[in-house]
């Protein structure tokens, strides 16, 4: 029966897709490297492994949304999941390498969106952990068989943040994404349209530049 052992070789951003997506270079490997694997089923989750880096004092301040006053942080600061993956192997022999893409999304709304924006550089520690079917054919008689992969199978790994970076910047240039609920959305449009505000990033500056005077 198969034993299969995963590792993360790398990551990039990927350069020609829907959607936003971090392509991660997945290496399996069979501890019985004559056994033919038709298939692989593969599925699993991501988890932001946050507790396992430094941060600095800016670091603090941009995630404080997230995690609170650093004073906090011994009770706020806990890992999270980032996301869920799903991938189909073809056949191999031995061991192969599988790009696994993993959508990423700009909704200030998402935990890991803030996580990730929070930082000013460095690495993120990732932990994959998989689960799934492997179907594989007996070295005997050729029978094609199943067997499940368990959920001790992990694989951990440092994403760059400058990759992230990079992949927001291909799919949102000089910009960020914002989701308002309707009412909020309702208000602003007519505090826009009153105004006779050109642009949505005008409107913002007008409102932020009056909330500064007040302050003052």
């Not at 936003?20 to 501890?31: A, C, D, G, H």
């Not at 600095?56 to 997230?66: A, I, K, V, Y």
Request: hydrophobic fraction near 40%.
């Amino acid at each position: 029966m198969p034993n299969l052992s995963f590792q993360i070789e790398g990551a990039e951003a990927a350069k020609r897709s829907a959607t936003p997506e971090i392509v991660f270079k997945l290496q399996i490997t069979n501890s019985i490297p004559s056994e033919t694997i038709h298939s692989v089923a593969l599925r699993g989750q991501v988890q932001l492994e946050v507790t396992r880096r430094p941060y600095s004092t800016m670091d603090q301040g941009r995630l404080h949304d997230l995690f609170s006053d650093p004073t906090r942080w011994s009770k706020t600061l806990r890992n999270f999941l980032w996301t869920h993956i799903n991938l189909n192997v073809p056949a191999f022999q031995g061991s192969t390498l599988a790009s696994l893409p993993v959508q990423c999304t700009f909704d200030f709304n998402v935990a890991a969106t803030k996580y990730f924006y929070g930082l000013e550089d460095g690495d993120v520690p990732l932990c994959l952990m998989f689960s799934g079917t492997v179907f594989y054919y007996t070295q005997g008689d050729g029978r094609m068989m199943v067997a499940p992969i368990p959920w001790d199978k992990e694989a951990r790994f440092n994403l760059p943040v400058k990759v992230w970076r990079e992949m927001m910047d291909i799919y949102y240039p000089n910009s960020a994404w914002l989701c308002l609920r309707r009412d909020v959305f309702e208000r602003l449009y007519e505090y826009k349209t009153k105004h006779g505000i050109p642009t949505w990033e005008q409107a913002l500056e007008t409102i932020l530049r009056a909330e500064e005077m007040v302050r003052e």
